[in-house]
């Protein structure tokens, strides 16, 4: 097993994780938090393409990770803002509970 | 401005800063066990006994135990026993004398009303305040011996208290010489000039500051 | 600058004994000696340099308030030698090892364990980039600048363990605005130090430290402190580190008077002492970075005292920095929390904003020079000062100048 | 392998799992913080030491604050209740899937014929060089992505502030 593949296995792991704690869990902050995980498991992907590819010269890869790193914080970000205000709403963090259109 | 109250504050702590370290007005710190602790000359806290004379103690207590204190002392800390005997005081006159005189400062509650009751400034509140004890009972109970203070030590604590007491009881001590005289005088006028109270009113007490009462033979306490 | 001034032996003695020491050892542990020194001294040093802070601060601030500050401790079996109560941190040491543990009932058993531990770790992590001297420095790293922030919000975390961990309200309580004043001093902290990031083009504190070097005449030093950027980019960083680093006037999350002791209620003995040793190190190291970004790092502030060896200079700047903030801490009241936000958010953000444009436009006209010059620093400096009056007037609305009705 | 790696990965999986099994909402942000700095670890292990301080930065730093406030704003009642998996069926459904998503993905890695250079050249990227890329041929996506952070700010604030008209009834 290669290092480049040794980092796929790592990341492919770890999307997992995320994958099934989002799919497991019903607690809306938890189902964000897992889908922040498999966003940084692709993160560790760019990273080890770029390490061990042809081209470690070209910071392609670096760059595409800060930019998703500024992307999944705006996420972050509008996600648990949307969790506060369900919550408001329906006293209730569970995805289940905000089933209905109208608040 | 913003930022000006800052700068003010900024200076009044550095002038603070600077001041505390030739300026020994502004520290109000008073290093305690190293320097003697500066009370006011109206602090008290228990009660002593006022002797007339430093080298006798004993023999010079200007209490002449009547009990007034004992009776009065509202937490009953004080205890008196009166002696069978008379001795003579600083007058020369012969006065009762506590035998024992006792009091517990552990229940004493520094009310000072003893010493507002006592008609003879026997009993004055002193200046100690580190009397603490190992024991719970007996260091605490303070007696005769230990009460006992001299005049000049009572000068020392209270100044001004002190003068004024002295000079009442020079007044009064005079004025009853001058009236002890005067009856001797009245006396010698009167018709026969018996001798019958020849060395109780005439003698040297007069003098403002009784310091010598002569009786040496009467200081061994009983 | 003379060769014997920036080489001199002085200048290279740290260096010279940690390889002196490292030559003992056989060539395949000497890289791990190697570091293993710089982490030694690295905690001796500023070990002792929190110790010797906490009983400069207990001295200063009675000072500033007119007392005599503690002065009794001296040492065993020397009783009449006092040393003026210089051994009172050791004192305070044992006392705080010696202190009974306590840990509530219901208290989160690891949170509450690991806080003090977080705090500590992190808090020391940001020494690692400082460069303390011309050769010392014990990490080069590209990134520096950005290491140093990312070390230092650890502690926010550690922080809300504490808080979280200990189960008890006021320290729950404690936390939140921890990490609401935390997260809101973040920005201006950072902001304040892009403009030099941005005038230097390099985020590593050595060539940031290096790039301040230099003298006008000799005795006028280049630091960046000394431009109208600079000196608004360093008031702003010391108003951001003081909050950063939870101290008066920004205390509150351990405000007394209101919340007991903060997220410290349920702590005890090494632990408390663990919180008050990591809040001195992210002080210090807040200062050691405000040095090295604008008072010119190691440099010496006039030509003729270079010879003086430039570790020296840091310390003396560090310490220069502590007493200044200790004096803050003599002066000033602590803010209510929502004065506080209003502060960041209205105030530091919007002025460091307009500061890193500052520092933008004093980058693009390096080139003026003669009668330009002059009319670069009156641009420049208009652009902080104005802003600063007009944010000023709107901050203080309402509030100054105060009037006392009832004090003469 | 490296031994570092192995390390890296170990606890890495495991925060990271065990942040998706606790039953304590609080414990879980924390070891997911965790997780996240495992991340920043494996950029550093990687050589990409700016991207590590930024993961540092915006995860430990702030999204895992955002998250505890979240958790903290949202608690039901004032004991930390332990949140409850919903049902058996849901937790094997959500492991089977990701099991298969996981088997697809580990098919995929090891049938791939990557063309890995014998021996990776040392990423010599420095901060400079990553600065200059960013503002030249990723200048736009740079202001897009600042424009979208903008939006995402105001947007966050739009939404989870307090309803101007408070409904009466409890």
């Known amino acids: 097993m290669s290092m480049l593949q040794a980092c796929l296995v790592l990341s492919s792991l770890l999307f997992c994780v995320g994958l099934a704690g989002a799919l497991a869990r019903s607690n809306t902050i938890l189902v964000l938090l897992g889908i922040e995980l498999m966003l940084n498991a692709a993160n560790l992907n760019f990273i080890a393409f770029w390490r061990y590819g042809p081209h470690p010269g070209a910071g392609t890869g670096v760059i595409f990770v800060l930019f998703a790193i500024a992307v999944a914080a705006a996420e972050a970000a509008v996600g648990l803002a949307l969790v506060i205000a369900v919550h408001r709403h329906r006293k209730s963090v569970r995805l289940q509970d905000a089933n209905s259109l109208k608040g | 401005m913003l930022g000006s109250g800052i700068l003010k504050g900024l200076g009044v702590t550095a002038k603070n800063f600077v001041g505390s370290y030739h300026d020994p007005a502004r520290m109000v710190t008073q290093e305690y066990p190293d320097t003697p602790a500066k009370l006011p000359e109206a602090y008290r806290n228990f009660p002593f006994l006022v002797t007339e004379n430093a080298t006798d103690p004993m023999g010079t207590l200007r209490c002449v135990a009547c009990q007034i204190c004992e009776k009065e002392c509202p937490p009953q800390c004080i205890y008196i026993e009166k002696s069978k005997d008379k001795k003579p005081d600083a007058t020369g006159k012969p006065q009762l004398y506590p035998a024992v005189f006792a009091i517990d400062t552990a229940v004493c509650m520094s009310c000072q009303l003893c010493v507002e009751v006592c008609p003879f400034d026997a009993i004055k509140m002193d200046h100690v305040f580190e009397v603490a004890a190992t024991n719970r009972f007996e260091g605490l109970l303070l007696n005769r011996e230990q009460l006992a203070k001299p005049n000049e030590y009572f000068h020392q604590i209270r100044p001004t208290e002190a003068a004024e007491v002295d000079g009442r009881l020079t007044a009064e001590r005079q004025a009853a010489a001058e009236k002890a005289k005067a009856a001797a005088a009245a006396k010698a006028a009167a018709p026969k000039p018996t001798t019958p109270v020849a060395g109780v009113a005439d003698p040297g007490p007069a003098s403002p500051r009784p310091a010598t009462p002569k009786p040496a033979e009467g200081g061994t306490a009983p | 600058m003379s060769v014997v001034a920036t080489d001199s032996f002085l200048e290279r003695a740290p260096l010279l004994f940690r390889d002196w020491i490292v030559g003992h050892f056989p060539v395949a542990l000497q890289w791990l000696v190697h570091h293993l020194l710089t982490i030694t001294a690295i905690l001796t040093v500023f070990g002792l340099f929190f110790a010797f802070t906490t009983i400069a601060e207990r001295k200063l601030l009675a000072r500033l308030q007119n007392r005599l500050g503690p002065n009794r401790s001296g040492l065993p079996w020397f009783r ?234 840091f310390m003396g700047k560090l310490a220069g920095m502590i007493v200044f903030f200790i004096w803050i801490r003599g002066t000033l009241l602590r803010l209510r929390i929502d004065q506080l936000t209003r502060l960041a958010w209205q105030f530091l953000v919007p002025l460091a904003l307009l500061n890193l444009g500052n520092a933008a436009f004093w980058a693009l006209t390096s080139g003026w020079t003669g009668p330009l010059a002059l009319a670069r620093w009156a641009i420049s400096a208009a652009i902080v000062i104005v802003p600063f009056f007009l944010l000023g007037r709107r901050l203080t609305a309402g509030y100054a100048p105060r009037t006392y009705r009832y004090a003469a | 392998m490296s031994f570092a790696l192995l390390l890296i990965a170990l606890v890495l999986l495991g925060s990271a799992a065990a942040a998706m099994l606790s039953r304590n909402l609080i414990h879980s942000a924390l070891l997911l913080t965790g997780a996240w700095a495992g991340i920043a670890a494996f950029y550093l292990w990687a050589g990409a030491e700016f991207v590590a301080f930024a993961q540092v930065l915006v995860y430990v730093g702030a999204v895992s604050m955002v998250v505890l406030f979240a958790v903290l704003l949202t608690r039901q009642g004032a004991t930390a209740a332990p949140v409850e998996f919903d049902s058996y069926k849901r937790v094997v459904g959500s492991i089977i899937t990701a099991g298969g998503v996981g088997g697809v993905l580990l098919g995929a890695i090891f049938g791939t014929p990557l063309d890995v250079p014998a021996a990776p050249s040392p990423a010599a990227l420095t901060v400079r060089q990553l600065g200059l890329q960013l503002m030249g041929p990723y200048a736009a996506a740079l202001l897009i992505v600042g424009v979208i952070l903008t939006v995402a700010l105001l947007g966050a604030i739009v939404i989870a502030a307090v309803d101007k008209p408070e409904d009466p009834a409890p």
């Open chain 3, 80 to 313: 009449t030698l006092k040393l003026w109560g210089l051994t009172q941190p050791f004192a305070d040491a044992i006392k705080a090892i010696t202190k009974e543990d306590i840990v509530p009932a219901v208290a989160d058993q690891v949170l509450h364990f690991l806080a003090p531990v977080v705090i500590v770790a992190f808090s020391l992590l940001g020494f690692a980039v400082l460069p303390f001297g011309r050769y010392l420095i014990p990490v080069e790293l590209d990134a520096a600048i950005l290491y140093f922030f990312a070390a230092g919000t650890a502690t926010e975390l550690a922080i809300f363990m504490a808080g979280w961990g200990s189960r008890n309200k006021y320290s729950l309580l404690a936390a939140m605005r921890a990490l609401a004043q935390l997260i809101s001093y973040e920005l201006p902290l950072i902001l304040s130090v892009v403009p030099v990031v941005l005038v230097t083009g390099t985020l590593s504190t050595r060539d940031i430290a290096l790039a301040q070097g230099g003298w006008t005449w000799g005795v006028l030093p280049h630091w960046h402190v000394f431009t109208p950027w600079g000196f608004a980019g360093f008031l702003i960083f010391l108003v951001a580190a003081l909050a950063e680093s939870n101290r008066s006037p920004f205390d509150l999350p351990e405000a007394e008077s209101e919340l007991i002791a903060g997220h410290l209620t349920e702590y005890s003995g090494f632990k408390y002492a663990l919180f008050f040793m990591a809040e001195y190190f992210g002080l210090t190291a807040l200062s050691g970075l405000g040095i090295t970004v604008f008072l010119g790092g190691w440099q010496a502030p006039c030509a003729f005292l270079e010879f003086i060896p430039s570790w020296l200079w």
